[in-house]
T-cell receptor, first 112, second 113 residues
Framework: DGGITQSPKYLFRKEGQNVTLSCEQN?????MYWYRQDPGQGLRLIYY???????QKGDIAEGYSVSREKKESFPLTVTSAQKNPTAFYLC???????????FGDGTRLSIL | QQPVQSPQAVILREGEDAVINCSSS?????VHWYRQKHGEAPVFLMI?????EQKGHDKISASFNEKKQQSSLYLTASQLSYSGTYFC??????????????FGTGTRLTIIP
């Protein structure tokens, strides 16, 4: 079955450390997205990519970086510049804007 | 720019109806509706495109009033499985082909037996 796979499910970051969250999809979708969700809050867009080798900043891109070298993969790096990284991170993809976004199961990031 | 959802929370008895509203201050191209259960990924419910068409399946339907930049989600004869947080995501009309969605802060729906 096709879908989106996020790993790891839980991740712990030490102070000053960069960590990378993985997102892989086998749906052949062109667009991919990263969202951050804080307790009791909605989804806030970090970065998105509509085609390979191209991506745009979302509403809260500071302290994060991404790459899109392959259509299937859209990893997110949480850098040490992100001072409050504790959150639930969701990756999504869709074929185009008229199609629903499919979400992965998320990665929960915490600070040690 | 974030759409406003109302109510923020609602508690219903099984079998009652609910309406969740989503309003934007910008001209909308589409509205997406998702439901998220605690600790899980959001699940797609439906998309409404510019044109004001009402969509639905089973006991969940939605409308989109593009003149008012508003959408409403209707849940009839609610079931226990309807519990969760409902989010609307809006895509604005843009000359730059902006494909992103902006999500509201959600409406928490609790169904009790």
């Amino acid at each position: 079955d096709g879908g989106i796979t996020q790993s790891p499910k839980y991740l712990f970051r030490k102070e000053g450390q960069n960590v990378t969250l993985s997102c892989e999809q086998n749906l052949n979708h062109d667009a991919m997205y990263w969202y951050r969700q804080d307790p009791g809050q909605g989804l806030r867009l970090i970065y998105y990519s509509q085609i390979v080798n191209d991506f745009q900043k979302g509403d809260i891109a500071e302290g994060y970086s991404v790459s899109r070298e392959k259509k299937e993969s859209f990893p997110l790096t949480v850098t040490s510049a992100q001072k409050n990284p504790t959150a639930f991170y969701l990756c999504a993809s869709n074929r185009d804007r008229d199609q629903p976004q499919h979400f992965g199961d998320g990665t929960r990031l915490s600070i040690l | 720019q974030q759409p406003v959802q109302s109510p923020q929370a609602v508690i219903l008895r099984e079998g009652e109806d609910a309406v969740i509203n989503c309003s934007s201050s910008k001209a909308l191209y589409s509205v997406h509706w998702y439901r998220q259960k605690h600790g899980e990924a959001p699940v797609f419910l439906m998309i409404l495109l510019k044109g004001g068409e009402q969509k639905g399946h089973d006991k969940i339907s939605a409308s989109f009033n593009e003149k008012k930049q508003q959408s409403s989600l209707y849940l009839t004869a609610s079931q226990l499985s309807y519990s969760g947080t409902y989010f609307c995501g809006t895509a604005v009309i843009s000359n730059f082909g902006n494909e992103k969605l902006t999500f509201g802060t959600g409406t928490r729906l609790t169904i009790i037996p």
